[in-house]
């Protein structure tokens, strides 16, 4: 149960169909959810996890991401601070029949919805349903990005997008990330990122260090997009 008020305020603003619940649908949803912290790495959801149900991030970020069938990492999308993720609640949407997994990038605090309180409020309000359905519409249009990147772009451009996307993420041009969880984050091999990150580096693009990646010059950069 969420005692609070910080974390019903949040709950209030998140969920746009607040106002056209009952109040005993807003007490259930009070009642059944729940908070928590998750230190970076942390796995939140895998095929062999029951269902979570729907996390709003209070603070820090999560990966969504799926597997391959050699076990290579394929990133969908990040959901930051003040977002909603649905697809940990895929036992409450039908339409979702593949699995997705979620970690923890950075620490995190989180409010859990119970699935089967959620479930029932999108079976009996339109509001709700339409909202959960409009996220996931939404969160499709990111794994069709993704989707692109990985089939269409050289990896030169998603190298570079990603580097970018992670600085403006962390408001900062110093990415602490090894080479290793670059490709793990891109769905890539690291020799794949090691070589390119040293031709970037070669061209004055980043400057690298041990577990560092400095952007140098993100106007040239962003010339590659």
């Known amino acids: ?10 709950l209030k603003e998140t969920l746009t169909f607040w106002n056209q619940l009952t109040h005993a649908q807003q007490d259930m949803l009070i009642e059944s959810a729940a908070s928590g912290s998750y230190e970076k790495g942390t796995i939140l959801h895998s095929a ?26 394929i990133t969908l999308y990040r959901i930051n601070e003040g977002e ?5 609640a895929s036992c409450v949407l039908q339409s979702i029949t593949f699995d997705v997994y979620i970690d923890v990038v950075s620490d995190c605090d989180l409010i859990q919805l119970c699935s089967k309180a959620f479930a029932s409020i999108i079976e009996g309000n339109v509001y709700a ?15 069709m990005w993704a989707m692109q990147q990985i089939l269409f772009m050289s990896f030169d451009k998603r190298l570079a997008i990603f580097l970018l996307d992670e600085a403006a993420s962390l408001h900062s041009d110093e990415i602490k990330l090894t080479h290793e969880q670059i490709a793990r984050l891109m769905g890539s091999a690291r020799e794949v990122v090691t ?18 990646v400095k952007i140098t010059d993100k106007n040239r950069l962003k010339s590659l997009i």
Do not use: P, W
């Open 129 to 143: 349903e339409a909202f959960t359905y409009r996220l996931t519409t939404e969160r499709f249009s990111n794994v």
């Open 48 to 73: 062999d996890y029951e269902c979570i149900g729907t996390l709003i991030v209070k603070s820090g970020s999560l990966r969504v991401y799926i597997l391959s069938e050699d076990g290579r990492e």
């Open 1 to 10: 149960m969420l005692t609070r008020q910080e974390d019903i305020h949040l």
């Open 84 to 88: 909603v993720c649905v697809l940990s």
């Open 195 to 212: 070589r390119m990150l040293k031709y970037f580096s070669s061209e004055g693009y980043v400057e690298l260090s041990r577990g560092t």
